[in-house]
């Protein structure tokens, strides 16, 4: 298994794999989300209940899916590098972020867009909401200490840490507010208002969520090799100012 | 070379942030032994003493030798002085921390601080400060010193004062390591090794 | 050891107890956020007394916030860390130290005084020692998260508001179970003490380690 890792751990290795893997994904990303939208907002029927904004749903579930999974991707890839200490574990974790910053925006106000509706209010305290709110305050926090200690190795630790106990912290937090609403609000609106998916429905979802997924690894794996090309640059400015 | 090594570092090189600092430092540090590290200014001398004080991690070999002991003094940039404190709080202290059982009124009039035995610390200037840091130095009984920069900003009579203090030391048969951009004038120490890193 | 850790906590005590801006700050704070409850409400009683526990519980979790800054920041500045840990003194007795004296200037004053806020802010009796129960359990575990991220930001620039964004999501869960377990004690429910306690006794095992772990990495 480590020695596996071993070999894609090195930054140069990992690009030569990850360059042709780009490429497909951004591909792919493009055409499955592309059909996903044809899909989603000209061909799928509306909702009985809702009409044309049951519609904003192909935006607004996929997205938090992604929000949730870049938390955990971030999460494992802090705790591989805390294990193993391979840099380009952390280097994955850390410019996830911005990404997952970007999708839970977009859940959140897709969320809120498409509660005004259905629902009659932009937000309610549910939990999931909340804690939903939370996790983006905790991506906010990741991308603060990124941002602050970028370019020292002193800041690795600090981020690789911080995400393990925001990734604890994550289910006490969604624990401790469905407690405290269960005591103190009667049976929440989303749960009444459940919505039967079709399959006519659930293709679109899922060819937004695969085009999402795809972005996700093309947006990442540009910002890594962005990230890897800057720092072999330094080194290498470094070593024409020293001869 | 028959005598016995204090601390040995055979290739060490270090990397942070994501630089390599320093590559292929090897030297030996022998009882009654002086290592001056020379080099200029952020070529890693302070680096160096820092991964043999176990803060930076690093990769080469670095062996104490477990014969004597192996408590390391090290003195830096950093002096650990809490400014409210006095001087004679912060001896007191470090007196209890390093279980030192001998007086130290001897090493107080040795640095002439007697009459500043109940100032403040944040009273004192840069030299004085200096003085407490190798006050605290003497107490750790120590074979092995460390010394960043340990000259640097003083004038003549604290200098002197501390090249005493470590050809002391060094009589005594302990080993110093020090880092210095200015030229240590140590004349009475035989056993010098001068390692350049650039 | 015992010897270590007495003689660091007599340190530590008194360099808050000298140091006077340290020992009072955060009780003052304390102070002057329980003001703004009242003047902020327009003179409404009744909304004064709804929510005189949930003030009491926010102002507690600010003024441990604040005063989180200068846990570590002294003695990280002046190299005093980086003595003790070339001189092998070990780390877990330094965070407890630590630990109890944060909780001995922030949170034991504003629990032994919360009662009094309580009727100040014309809370019901009844709320009194369930309220001093709550704090009891809740602000240790308020210094004990917040060790950890008081360490993670040490040696950054802008420190004390990066140290504001990053603690109070993890303040969450303790202030929510806090506030609700007041409420219930009047109804005779202990679940969410139950609770508490037991985030404090997985909290005081893993946190300081944690700390500990992040003060070794901040030291270079």
Redesign the interface.
């Known amino acids: 298994m480590i020695k596996y890792f071993h070999k894609f751990a090195n930054p140069v290795r990992f690009l030569k794999l990850a360059i042709p893997i780009k490429k497909i994904s951004g591909i792919a990303a493009f055409f499955t989300i592309f059909i996903g939208l044809i899909f989603a907002l000209l061909l799928s029927p509306p909702d009985y209940q809702q009409k044309e904004t049951v519609r904003i749903m192909y935006i607004h579930v996929p997205s938090a899916w992604m929000s949730l999974m870049t938390y955990g991707f971030i999460f494992l890839s802090s705790v591989f590098f805390l294990i193993w200490r391979f840099p380009l574990f952390l280097i994955l974790a850390k410019e996830s972020v911005p990404i997952g910053i970007i999708f839970t925006f977009s859940a959140l106000i897709s969320g809120a867009l498409w509660g005004k509706p259905t629902w009659g209010t932009y937000w309610v305290w549910d939990a999931r909401l909340t804690s939903f709110l939370i996790l983006f305050f905790i991506f906010l926090g990741l991308k603060l200490i990124k941002d602050t200690f970028s370019n020292s190795s002193k800041g690795n630790y600090t981020f690789a840490y911080l995400s393990l106990v925001g990734g604890f912290n994550l289910p006490i937090i969604k624990f401790s507010v469905d407690w405290w609403n269960t005591l103190h609000q009667p049976a929440s609106i989303i749960r009444t208002g459940g919505i039967s998916v079709s399959n006519e429905m659930l293709a679109p979802l899922f060819l937004m969520a695969l085009g999402l997924f795809f972005l996700f690894i093309y947006i990442l794996l540009v910002s890594v090799e962005i990230n890897i090309k800057e720092k072999s640059l330094i080194n290498f400015r470094d070593s024409l100012k020293n001869n | 070379m028959s005598k016995e090594y204090l601390l040995e570092v055979k290739n060490l090189s270090c990397e942070r942030n994501y630089k390599l600092i320093f590559d292929n430092v090897s030297f030996k540090l022998c009882s009654g032994g002086v290592v001056l590290i020379n080099g200029n200014n952020g070529s890693g001398k302070s680096s160096i003493l820092m991964c043999i004080s176990g803060i930076l991690e690093y990769k080469g070999l670095i062996k104490i030798n477990k014969k004597y002991n192996d408590k390391i003094g090290y003195v830096g940039h950093k002096n650990a002085l809490c400014e409210e404190d006095t001087i004679y709080e912060y001896l007191t202290f470090w007196k209890k921390i390093y279980n030192y059982k001998k007086d130290f009124n001897y090493v107080i009039n040795f640095f002439d601080l007697r009459k500043y035995l109940e100032i403040p610390i944040k009273f004192l200037s840069f030299g004085q400060k200096k003085k407490l840091s190798f006050l605290r130095l003497q107490m750790i009984k120590s074979q092995i010193w460390l010394l960043d920069e340990p000259i640097s900003g003083l004038d003549k009579r604290t200098r002197s004062l501390i090249i005493n203090l470590i050809t002391k030391h060094i009589e005594k048969g302990g080993g110093v390591i020090a880092t210095s951009h200015q030229i240590i004038n140590l004349r009475k120490v035989k056993n010098i090794m001068r390692v350049k890193i650039d | 050891m015992t010897?270590?850790f007495i003689?660091l906590l007599s340190?530590e005590v008194k360099?808050y107890l000298?140091?006077t801006n340290k020992s009072w700050f955060a009780l003052g704070f304390f102070l002057l956020c329980i003001l703004i409850f009242p003047l902020s409400l327009g003179g409404s009683e009744d909304l004064l007394k709804k929510i005189s526990i949930s003030s009491i519980w926010i102002c507690a979790l600010f003024a441990n916030l604040i005063s989180l800054e200068s846990l570590f920041k002294?003695d990280y500045?002046?190299?005093?860390l980086?003595?003790y840990?070339?001189?092998?003194?070990p780390f877990f007795i330094i965070v407890f130290t630590k630990f109890i004296c944060h909780w001995l200037f922030t949170g034991f004053p504003i629990i032994i005084l919360s009662p009094l806020f309580l009727i100040f802010l014309s809370g019901s009796y009844e709320n009194i020692l369930g309220l001093f129960y709550s704090l009891l359990i809740g602000t240790p575990l308020f210094s004990l998260i917040g060790m950890?991220?008081s360490a993670?930001?040490l040696?950054?620039?802008?420190r004390g508001p990066?140290l504001v964004?990053?603690t109070?999501?993890?303040f969450?869960?303790i202030i929510?179970?806090g506030v609700?377990s007041v409420n219930?004690f009047s109804s005779g429910s202990f679940s969410e003490y139950y609770l508490l306690c037991a985030?404090l006794s997985i909290g005081i095992i893993f946190l300081p380690y944690?700390t500990i772990?992040?003060l070794k990495?901040?030291?270079?």
Request: aromatic content about 8%; cysteine-free; proline content about 6%.
């Open positions: 010897r270590l003689l340190r360099g000298f140091n002294e500045k002046n190299g005093t980086l003595q840990h070339i001189n092998r003194i950890p991220i993670l930001t040696g950054s620039a802008a990066i964004f990053l109070i999501p993890f969450l869960p929510i179970f609700l219930s985030i944690i772990k992040i990495e901040s030291l270079e």
